[in-house]
Structure formats: structure tokens, C-alpha cells
């Protein structure tokens, strides 16, 4: 263990630690953010041809680098809670390239079930928090978040060895790589802004537990709900509100979020005229 993690480790001075990287962190979002702007997009996928592009990256992720799912034909990687789904993708503006993708499952009544109670119901052992206490309209998970190698691959990286390689300089200016870190965030940001606009109020998702922790970090404090369980690697069933989100969101992370939480309010304003005006 080396010492910075003995330090987080130690229950003073790791407690200590942890709000002074917390507080770093936090600062850095205000330019963060601005970076953000600059060089990455959020996307709600309000047609299929961003549809496609959603299931593209996950194909990409995980059926041909991590092998969770079998390669499909067609290049697209979908399944049976797409249809209940809403989607949003993070675009490189530089290179146009879609860099990532998030789903947010909802359920409309008891026949459609979110994949947490489908596949990882008995991990749930708050019943408090279970998804069966609440209003099914009410309800939604976080799934099926990737993002490409490409825009994970960081410069520290080449210094570990590591066998996915660099950004490649010549491609990706410094300043664009203190952004690839935030994506992830950026995705959970979008997630939320989705569901808190169309009426989501208990949001669940499968994720590792280290994961979580560094979400902690910013303020995204997502709730425990059980014991690790083998789904996808070691991961944990854990909860979060709007309430919990946006009161526990650190100063600078709220620029962040503000910045998304526009972007994406407005593309969902336009979807909505546009599918009334179709209708007329």
C-alpha cells in the first residue's frame, strides 16, 4: 500500500486527507467546467441515428474490449431495456468524435422491471431504499455507462506501462487532457439532469465500490444498499436522490453541473416542441 493510500486509510489524517483532496478537486471544477465547455458536448440521444451511436460505443466497450457481452453483427449493442431508456452521449467537439455513453432506465408499471431487479434484486438488503416501496414512474437506473479506450487513456499511463497506451499529443492538447478524467462525472451529471426533468425522484445503479468512493469525493454521495456481489466484476447495488445530489454536491462540481444540466435541459425542451409539433 503506498502512502497516500495508508494516509487515507488512517482514521484522522485520512479524514483530513480525503477534504483536502476533496477540496482540490472541487476548485479545479470551476476551470474544469470551463474546459468542459470547450472541448466536450453533452448529447441527449432524441433520435435513432444518436441512438445508434449510444449503441455503437457500447459495443465498442463491451462486447469488443471488455468481452461482457458477445459481438454482434451489426456493431451495436442493445438490449431489452433500451425501450425503456433514455440516453445522453458525450461528444469530442474538436474531433467530433462521441466520446461516451449513459442510459437512465425508467419503468412505466410492474411489467417493466430495471435491471437491478431483475438480475441483482436479492443484493438489495435496505428495504427501506428497495425499488418496490416506491411509485413505479418514480424510479430509474443508472446502466450501461462507457466510455471509449481512446478517451481513457491518460499520460500517466505510459509511465505505468500500462498495455492501453497514451492520448497521442499530436491528437489531444493538454489542456483537453484534464477533461477526459471529468467524462465519467460528466455522464452521472447527465443521468441525473434526465431524470430530475422527467419526474425521476430514486435512482439506483451497479457500480464498483471504488467508484463510488471517488464519487464521494465531489459530493456525489451515493447510499450503500448491500454486499458486493460478482455481476460484471465486484460491484454494489447503491441509491441516490435529488436531494441527496444536490445537496451534498461540492461548490465547484455545481458550475460542472450547471454547465451540463443547460446543455441538456435545452435539447430536451426542443425534443418536446418537436414532438408536439409532429403530432399536430
Known amino acids: ?86 440516453f445522453s452521449l458525450i461528444k469530442h467537439k474538436p474531433t467530433e468524435t462521441f466520446t461516451s455513453c449513459v442510459r437512465l432506465v425508467t419503468s412505466n408499471g410492474p411489467d417493466e422491471l430495471l435491471p437491478i431487479e431483475k438480475y441483482c434484486m436479492d443484493s ?62 460528466g455522464l452521472y451529471m447527465a443521468a441525473a439532469t434526465m431524470g430530475m426533468n422527467t419526474g425521476i425522484r430514486h435512482v439506483y445503479v451497479m457500480m464498483e465500490p471504488r467508484l463510488a468512493r471517488s464519487m464521494n469525493f465531489i459530493g456525489i454521495n451515493f447510499q450503500q444498499l448491500g454486499k458486493p456481489v460478482d455481476y460484471h466484476g465486484l460491484r454494489a447495488p447503491y441509491y441516490i436522490n435529488p436531494a441527496i445530489f444536490m445537496n451534498n454536491l461540492s461548490p465547484g462540481f455545481k458550475s460542472l453541473y450547471k454547465t451540463i444540466e443547460k446543455d441538456i435541459c435545452l435539447q430536451l425542451a426542443q425534443a418536446d416542441l418537436a414532438s408536439l409539433k409532429s403530432n399536430k
Open 124 to 185: 438489495i438488503t435496505n428495504e427501506d431504499l428497495s425499488p418496490k416501496r416506491f411509485n413505479r414512474k418514480e424510479i430509474a437506473e443508472i446502466s450501461r455507462l462507457a466510455v471509449k479506450s481512446d478517451f481513457r487513456r491518460r499520460k500517466a499511463d505510459h509511465f505505468k506501462g500500462s498495455s492501453t497506451g497514451v492520448i497521442s499529443e499530436v491528437n489531444y492538447s493538454e489542456t483537453e487532457l484534464r477533461c477526459f478524467p471529468f467524462i465519467a462525472i
Open 1 to 86: 500500500m503506498n502512502w497516500n493510500k495508508r494516509l487515507l486509510n488512517t482514521p484522522i489524517i485520512g479524514n483530513i486527507t480525503k477534504r483536502i483532496v476533496s477540496a482540490k478537486a472541487s476548485r479545479e471544477a470551476h476551470s474544469i467546467s470551463e474546459h468542459f465547455t470547450a472541448f466536450l458536448q453533452p448529447y441527449v440521444a432524441v433520435d435513432q441515428k444518436l441512438k445508434d451511436e449510444v449503441f455503437r460505443i457500447r459495443h465498442n466497450v463491451y462486447c469488443e474490449e471488455l468481452a461482457f457481452e458477445d459481438v454482434r453483427e451489426d456493431g451495436l449493442e442493445t438490449d431489452e431495456f433500451d425501450q425503456q431508456s433514455l
